[in-house]
């Protein structure tokens, strides 16, 4: 079976929603978001394969993710770095940097140069509201994320990728495949180009929400806050 | 080897250090805490054990770790119903209130009638800021703690326990021992009176804030919220 997908519109909507109706904060679900992706890494690459979790941020709340997920990773023994080259002036973000901060988290400036001493990196660097423009400094790093020998997570959508119709003709990201993806609340259309382990993170889906965005939600065991979910025609 | 523990006064500033130059808002860190409580009553209650969890919420933030892990406890499978007698205009509770609304998990006007159908109680009522005051509607409530035959997990402190000396001499609570305790970011001086399987959760506290605390981390495993220790004199 093969997980229902959610475009980038519905995607927004469906934050929006959360944020207003549904009575969370984007604190909560940031939490819960970035939670999911250390979660995801976890599963994927256990502290035993390498500690060194380079985490690249973009400027959004894709970015947001990826510096929680980086905290959760310290506690669970990692050792993270973050790149995180436009950092926002945004209240919450600023509050997340100083958290990690705190931990003594490393923030790196140059990516290329992080990368090879990195065991595993997290691309949170262009989630659902990606353009289709890549900004600089991102080409490079998008490059470098094509190249790289390392494994990659990517959180919601392999950046650089068109959330509907997956990686771009040409330019930065047309040959870029994450080993890796993990979809936040749910898939989005770009799935159907991914070919990896696939994971889906969000559980605090209400059944009302799955019904009215016609969402699955995925089979969550135990406590994990992330689920492995067939990606294409791929079975588990 | 035992824990070491946190006054009531150190807890309070240290909930206040993390909400200023710690940069955590208290979306984050209850949602920390309510998640570290339901992977606890997990652990020690599984789903197959029976799924009707009710969850009795006091006034104040104890309450507010109640009303989360009562969400993440029914996206586990289980059924859980709240108690919440003297729900707080915060608008903090309000919002996690009608995050369980939107779940359609049943609020509860009469606790001993709800005792009844439960399997599990979970105790959030008062946390370390309690004044060694039991007001109404809460007497009755204790007293039903004390005689249920249901399990119980207490969260931060068995409630009408005084945090730096254990149970009261007399009255509500006099003979309230619940079976399981969890203990939010670092045990109280009451856990010296408590007998029961006891937990630890708050796997965020930095090194540094450790350190100038004068805490043990507590050595979670994998991607655990929680982690077992032991109480007093008792080894695991």
Known sequence: MTLKTLSAKAAAALD???????????????????????QAVFRVHPPSQGKR???????????????V???????????PSVYYPKQSSNELYQRLSKQLRDLEIPFV???????KSSD??????FGFSFSGEVREPFPAVIKALEDTRRPVTSVDAPSSWSIESGPPASGPG???????????????PLVKHFQGRHFVGGRFVSPAIAKKY???????????????????????
Not at 59 to 65: A, V
Not at 120 to 125: E, G, K, L, T
């Open 16 to 38: 929006k929603e959360l944020m207003s109706t549904g009575a969370f904060s984007i604190d909560q679900l940031m939490e819960l978001a970035g939670l999911s992706v250390s």
């Open 53 to 67: 979790i380079l985490v690249a941020c973009g400027p959004g709340n894709n970015g947001g993710d990826g510096l």
């Open 69 to 79: 997920a980086a905290r959760h990773l310290f506690h669970y023994g990692y050792m």
């Open 109 to 115: 400036d140059d990516f290329l140069e992080a990368e």
């Open 120 to 125: 595993h990196i997290v691309d949170a660097i």
């Open 174 to 188: 047309s040959r870029f495949m994450p080993a890796f993806l993990i979809s936040l609340t749910a898939p989005k």
């Open 214 to 236: 016609d969402l699955d939600i995925p089979e969550y065991q135990g406590l994990d806050q992330v689920a492995e979910v067939p990606c294409g025609s791929q079975k588990l």
